[in-house]
């Protein structure tokens, strides 16, 4: 029989429903404003951060536009007169300004943590599909690189590059965000993540690695005694080296992925650069709080 608590879990599945429509925020909507508008210069905000990342989290989930995010927050306001909804332009406009971080990723965190590392394509937009396959026109993608806590499966850290960026180049970067939520003692990574920059690198911060090295690796240090001691112990027997790093635990960065391309698309809908990367870190800081709904106490 399992030992999870179905009743607990069904109950935050459901939640994630409600946390989208969860406007107690309004009750501070004035002290929010006050706040932002303390020492600003030049016209003052009207409309509190809290409702414009709910206009942004309704607009990724729902897969809506701007136009339509705002007729829905309209009709919201029949139930509670204190919501005032901003146009479409003010909506994509302060979205697209967010100083946005990871929502939930930092909760109940500080300690030691066991990190998964990986990497997947994102679409720069779903428009044009039958045009690139039948002019073999090829417009590339973007590169979302993700740490993820094997524990809590929520997404530490996040980095968007275009595709001409290397896996391994990221390591260092998702290491260093994710080691600001508590302290990294592990790194499962794919041979991907294979080099000798990131062996010494994770070796100079006393951070186990769990690297799958290539198969064809030679047993020569090369300068690099870190990896010469993973590629012997890997070499020697493969399946004993997983067993014994828990190296089956790296999955939970492809079910993040997957969770994300199916709840919000694999797709994303800004044009610029820098605004496709606040979209994909918006769709990240929702995928954490729900997972935060049903994760264990």
Avoid at 160 to 188: H, I, N, Q, Y
Wanted: overall charge positive; aromatic content about 8%.
């Amino acid at each position: 029989m399992s030992g999870r608590d179905w009743k607990r879990i069904n109950e935050g599945l459901v939640r994630r429903g409600e946390l989208l429509l969860d406007l107690s925020f309004l009750d501070g909507w004035e002290e929010e404003l006050e706040g932002m508008n303390a020492g600003k210069e030049g016209r003052r905000y009207r409309y509190p951060g809290v409702l414009i990342q709910l206009s942004g989290f309704v607009h990724v989930l729902f897969h809506l536009p701007y136009r339509q995010t705002e007729g829905f927050l309209r009709a919201l306001e029949r139930y509670d007169a204190r919501l005032r909804t901003p146009d479409y332009s003010t909506m994509n406009r302060r979205v697209n300004r967010l100083g946005m971080s990871l929502d939930g990723a930092a909760a109940g965190l500080g300690g030691d943590l066991v990190i998964a590392l990986d990497a997947t394509g994102i679409k720069v937009s779903n428009r044009g599909e039958w045009m690139r396959r039948r002019w073999k026109a090829r417009r590339g993608y973007l590169k979302v690189h993700v740490a993820v806590d094997v524990k809590r499966k929520q997404i530490l850290e996040l980095k968007v590059t275009d595709e001409r960026v290397g896996d391994g180049r990221m390591l260092r970067p998702l290491v260093e965000g994710a080691s600001t939520k508590g302290r990294v003692t592990k790194v499962l990574a794919d041979g991907a993540y294979d080099s000798k920059r990131n062996f010494r690198y994770l070796d100079g911060r006393g951070i186990q690695p769990a690297i799958r090295v290539r198969k064809n690796s030679s047993g020569r240090s090369g300068g690099c005694m870190p990896r010469k001691l993973a590629a012997a112990e890997y070499l020697r027997d493969p399946e004993a080296w997983k067993r014994r790093h828990g190296y089956g635990q790296r999955w939970m960065a492809e079910t993040a992925f997957s969770s994300l391309k199916r709840s919000f698309g694999e797709h994303v809908s800004a044009r610029k650069k820098e605004n496709m990367a606040r979209e994909l870190t918006l769709k990240a800081s929702l995928y954490n709080l729900f997972i935060g709904l049903t994760a264990s106490p």
